[in-house]
C-alpha cells in the first residue's frame, strides 16, 4: 500500500516534469547543465507509455540524493536506436546504463554497446538469461513466471466455489514472443492445471499486443458467435479492459470473470465497479528504485541487491547468473484489497 500511494506522488511529478520540459523531445528528462552539481545516469527505454513513466519516476527520486540525474532517452522502439543512446551514454563516460530493451532476443547487442560499463535491465529480462551472467550485467524486475499463476489461482478458487472442474476460456495475449506474454498464458493454465481445473480454448487466442482499442475489437466478435466460455484471461489490464468495453458494446453481461495483469488505475477503477474480477499489481516503483539501487552497487562493487533486501528477492534458481537478478514480486489483487492499490 505504501509502495502504492508513492507511485501515485511520483506520477505527478513526472507530468509536473514533462509540462516543464515541453513536448517533442527523445531525451525526456533534463541534462547535467539543468542539474547543477549531479551526474548523468542514462535509463534507455523500448517507448514511453504509463508504466514506464512510473518506473522513471521512481528512479529519479532515488537517483538525485545519491549525486545523479536520470536523462531518458526512447528508442521509440527501435533497437538500432537503443545501441546507439547507450554507446553515446559510455562514450561520454558514464559508468552504468539502465536499459528497458526494445527486443528481449537482442539484449547482447546492447551488452556488447556498453562494453566494461555496468548495464542493468529493468522490467524486460533477456530470452537468454544466461547473458545476464557477465559480471558487468545485471537485472531488476518482476518474475512472470508468477504472474499468471495469480491469476490461475483466483479463477481455480472461483470455479470451484461453483463446483466446476472443467471450464472453457477465451485468452488475449499480447505482443506473441515476448517473455512477458509467453510466460503470462502458460502461468495462468499451470495454476489452473496444478489446481485441479481442466481448461479448454473456446476458441484460439487473440493476439492484441497489450493495446487496449485493438483487445475491444478482436475480442468482440467472439463474444456474439454463439460459443460457449466461462471466463476471458488477458496478459494485461489494457487488454482485459478493452475486453469489458466489447462486452458493453455487444451487450454481453458481464457474469463471468475477467482478469488482468499489472494493476493500472483504469484496472483498479474496473476492480472497485466489479466489471474487472482480478488483476496481478507489477510494482513499478519497486522496479525503477531497485535498477538505481542495482546500478549504484554494481559501480561499487558491492551485492546487487545491497540496501534493498525488503524490496524482494535474489534469484534462487541456482543458476550462473543468479546473484545478477533481483525480484520484486507481483501481488495479487481482488476487491478484498484492492484499495490498498488505489
Keep these: 500500500m505504501k ?12 507530468m509536473c516534469a514533462g509540462a516543464l520540459a515541453g513536448c517533442g523531445s527523445k ?74 530493451p526494445v527486443d528481449a532476443d537482442g539484449t547482447q547487442s546492447l551488452i556488447d554497446a556498453a562494453g566494461e560499463a555496468k548495464l542493468v535491465f529493468v522490467n524486460r529480462p533477456p530470452t537468454n538469461m544466461d547473458e545476464l551472467a557477465a559480471d558487468n550485467v545485471g537485472y531488476v524486475g518482476s518474475n512472470e513466471d508468477t504472474s499468471g499463476y495469480f491469476q490461475g489461482e483466483y ?39 496444478d489446481n485441479g481445473i481442466k481448461a479448454t480454448e473456446a476458441s484460439a487466442p487473440v493476439v492484441a ?43 454481453v453481461e458481464i457474469n463471468f470473470p475477467i482478469v488482468g495483469i499489472d494493476c493500472t488505475k483504469d484496472g483498479a477503477q474496473a476492480i472497485t465497479e466489479g466489471t474487472l474480477a482480478m488483476t496481478v499489481f507489477q510494482n513499478p516503483v519497486g522496479q525503477g528504485k531497485g535498477s538505481v539501487i542495482a546500478a549504484m552497487n554494481m559501480i561499487a562493487g558491492d551485492p546487487i541487491n545491497k540496501g534493498m533486501e525488503d524490496m524482494g528477492n535474489m534469484d534462487d534458481s541456482g543458476n550462473e547468473y543468479s546473484d545478477h537478478v533481483f525480484w520484486v514480486p507481483f501481488e495479487p489483487v481482488t476487491k478484498d484489497n484492492v484499495a490498498d492499490y488505489m
Design 3 to 14: 509502495l502504492k500511494r508513492t507511485m501515485a506522488m511520483l506520477m505527478a511529478g513526472v
Design 209 to 251: 499486443d497489450y493495446d487496449r482499442p485493438t483487445a475491444q475489437e478482436m475480442i468482440q466478435p467472439l463474444l456474439t458467435s454463439g460459443i460457449e466460455y466461462d471466463c476471458i484471461i488477458a496478459n494485461n489490464d489494457a487488454m482485459a479492459l478493452g475486453a469489458i468495453e466489447a462486452c458493453k458494446d455487444a451487450n
Design 155 to 193: 479463477l481455480a478458487e472461483y470455479f470451484k466455489s461453483q463446483g466446476k472442474k472443467e471450464i472453457k476460456y477465451l485468452m488475449i495475449q499480447g505482443t506473441l514472443g515476448q517473455v512477458s506474454t509467453t510466460k503470462r498464458s502458460a502461468g495462468v493454465l499451470k495454476a489452473l492445471e
Design 27 to 100: 531525451s525526456d528528462s533534463g541534462s547535467a547543465a539543468s542539474k547543477e552539481g549531479l551526474k548523468d545516469l542514462t535509463f534507455v527505454i523500448a517507448s514511453r507509455d504509463e508504466f514506464m513513466s512510473s518506473i522513471e519516476a521512481a528512479m529519479k527520486v532515488e537517483a538525485e540524493p545519491l549525486g545523479y540525474n536520470i536523462v531518458t532517452q526512447d528508442a521509440q522502439n527501435d533497437s538500432a536506436k537503443q545501441i546507439q543512446y547507450i554507446e553515446t551514454a559510455v562514450n561520454g563516460g558514464a559508468d552504468a546504463v539502465i536499459c528497458l
